[in-house]
């Protein structure tokens, strides 16, 4: 990539300063599922102009300039371990794209002159840059379900945030929000009604980008929300150096005690997070691969079947390549939503087990596809009446969940799309059993596959093995047992076909060994005992955090093997970025 010396535009100047970390460019447009990955080759700092190179073997790319202008997120990782998160995002920037070879192409953009964007309704909107942060808490449904954010632009027509990707199952475009609170680092914070504009996903770490238009502001409001926009607009200026007569930070920008404690726990929890392995964040993409799917059919009235089976494919690729790393990768999801980590586990060991049975089965893709689909009716039942998946249900709410593959159906029926016969009898009657007791037709013994036979044995020993609806996770053990017990419910043939594959002590579980160490199980030997765990936390020392793997020679050294316990009892979890 090309530098100029001089820093006259203040964009490029921007984009410089994120180049300098690990980053990723991604341009989006509205109507089309994936964002597409960009290098930036050029950049000059004194006219803006910025040079992307592309790969894409596609002949639609053209779908991705509206009327000559590009949009896209450059997200970078900084800090000491990659994992402080910032992004930039520019909308409606000219663009000329030059076809270079078969499947690379040069995009030449023009940048902005300045920071401060123009919006159609007249009023500036302010990005929060080069570090500026703020934090956001959305009331969704009053006095029902918070979400909490981080400001990205601010006007006096409103904000962009953004959020966890898992939080967004509950919001939808032209939705009115109750609150909207933004807290700025020096302890002030405004209050407004909002209306949400567009939503979308942002960057790959597992994050949606939110645009809410402030509604029903008194005088009062206005007037705090203009001071609040200027002196964001005067830190923006001084950060990137377009303002020569700033010599200081404004007042809003200067954290206070509370937030110096809040950015120092995050920082600690973040690290944890750099540790992952490449396998492990192929897992972790693919369940956000499945909410950003949910997305565009909750808010675009659109079926982004590339990016389900992509997902599928990744499953396959990934056990295909190292089936014990999959395996342990899986327990990574503990931290996603329950409808997304089910699906996710639920289709990672339904890919295993049918490639362990014929590598060449015809039926493993469209199989997969149906399990990763069928828990999507969940997330699509949020509503006022079922605010939050998260919550013990009541009997009114648990009722209106067990409607979730009608709702799944109907979805998939408006937006035009009719999976193959495989695909839609996983999505209908996996929750079917043996004899009769399942939903929602209630079927038999003599009416379900043998397919359908080892889903349904999967999906038991899952949801028995996780916390759920209040109830605590059971132990592998405990749960073979349950389903064992539970009548002719299920195929007892798959039952121990299940526990020959993974054992008492499952890839993935967490163990407890009488030195007072927590370790996750790596490997399992052919008795299905742990031969390579990875060590995480003595408990002697319980706020210290370590990182060990050690193999079968050195297990006598931190004890006895003594059971399989329940990571969120010991504040084991995974942190996002």
């Known amino acids: 990539m090309t530098l100029t010396a001089l820093y006259e535009n203040p964009s490029a100047n921007v984009i410089r300063s994120l180049l300098q970390h690990t980053n990723e460019l991604s341009i989006y447009a509205k109507e089309v599922p994936y964002a597409l990955k960009a290098d930036v080759a050029e950049l000059d700092l004194t006219t803006g102009r910025m040079v992307l190179e592309i790969e894409y073997a596609g002949s ?9 202008n590009v949009s896209f997120d450059l997200e970078a990782l900084k800090g000491t371990h990659a994992v402080e998160r910032e992004t930039y995002s520019l909308s409606n920037v000219p663009a000329k794209l030059i076809k270079t070879d078969s499947t690379l192409y040069r995009l030449e953009c023009q940048l902005p002159e300045s920071v401060f964007v123009q919006e159609n309704r007249g009023a500036v909107r302010i990005p929060f840059i080069l570090g500026m942060q703020a934090r956001v808490n959305l009331e969704v449904y009053l006095h029902e379900l918070n979400v909490p954010g981080r400001l990205r632009n601010l006007s006096v027509g409103g904000c962009m945030i953004d959020i966890d990707l898992a939080e967004s199952i509950a919001i939808n475009v032209d939705q009115a929000i109750p609150g909207v609170t933004l807290e700025f680092p020096n302890g002030e914070s405004f209050f407004a009604e909002g209306k949400v504009r567009h939503i979308r996903s942002i960057g790959s770490h597992g994050y949606a980008a939110l ?64 540790r992952q392995s490449p396998m492990e964040r192929g897992v972790i993409d693919v369940a956000h691969q499945l909410q950003v799917g949910l997305m ?42 329950d409808w997304v980590r089910h699906a996710v586990q639920v289709a990672g060991q339904l890919t295993d087990l049918l490639l362990l049975r014929d590598p060449h089965d ?4 469209e199989a997969v596809l149906g399990a990763l689909l069928h828990t999507m009716g969940k997330p699509l039942l949020i509503s006022a009446e079922l605010p939050s998946l998260k919550v013990t249900m009541n009997p009114e709410q648990k009722a209106i969940l067990r409607g979730h593959v009608t709702k799944l159906c109907s979805k998939l029926d408006a937006l035009g799309w009719k999976p ?24 038999r013994e003599e009416q379900l596959s043998a397919l359908l036979r080892l889903i349904a044995v999967i999906k ?83 706020d210290t955090n370590i990182s060990s793997v050690i193999g079968q ?25």
């Not at 006598?556 to 970025?577: A, F, H, R, T, W």
């Open 420 to 443: 193959s016969p495989t695909c839609r009898a996983v999505i209908e009657q996996a929750n079917e059993r043996l004899d009769g007791s399942g939903y929602p037709a209630g079927k």
């Open 60 to 68: 639609d790319i053209e779908r991705y300039l509206v009327d000559g």
């Open 211 to 274: 645009g809410i238009q402030f509604i029903n502001l008194a005088t009062s409001q206005t007037e705090a929300l203009f001071q609040f926009v200027n002196e964001s607009e005067r830190e923006a200026a001084f950060r990137t150096g377009s303002n020569d007569k700033l010599s200081n930070h404004s007042p809003l920008f200067i954290a206070g005690a509370k937030e110096k404690k809040m950015l120092q726990r995050e920082v600690q929890e973040r690290e944890k997070r750099a």
């Open 553 to 577: 020679d050195d297990l006598p050294q931190i004890g006895k093997l003594q059971e399989i316990v329940n990571p969120s009892d010991y504040g084991v979890n995974i942190v996002k970025i």
């Open 296 to 337: 565009h059919m909750r808010n675009n009235s659109l079926f982004p079947s590339e990016i389900f089976y992509d997902c599928v494919d990744t499953l396959r690729y990934l056990v295909e390549q190292d089936r014990k790393a999959f395996l342990y990768a899986l327990a990574f999801l503990r931290d996603e939503p």
């Open 460 to 542: 038991a020993i899952n949801k028995l093995m996780h916390s759920r609806n209040g109830l605590p996770p059971r132990a592998p053990l405990d749960a073979y047992r349950r389903v064992h017990e539970a009548g002719s419910a299920y195929d007892k043939t798959v039952l121990v076909e299940y526990i020959q594959v993974y054992g008492l002590y499952p890839i993935g579980s967490l163990t407890k060994y009488s030195g007072g160490f927590l370790a996750w199980v790596m490997d399992i030997d052919n008795k299905g005992m742990p031969n390579q765990v990875h060590i995480v936390k003595n408990l002697r020392f319980p």
């Open 362 to 365: 015809a039926q493993v893709r």
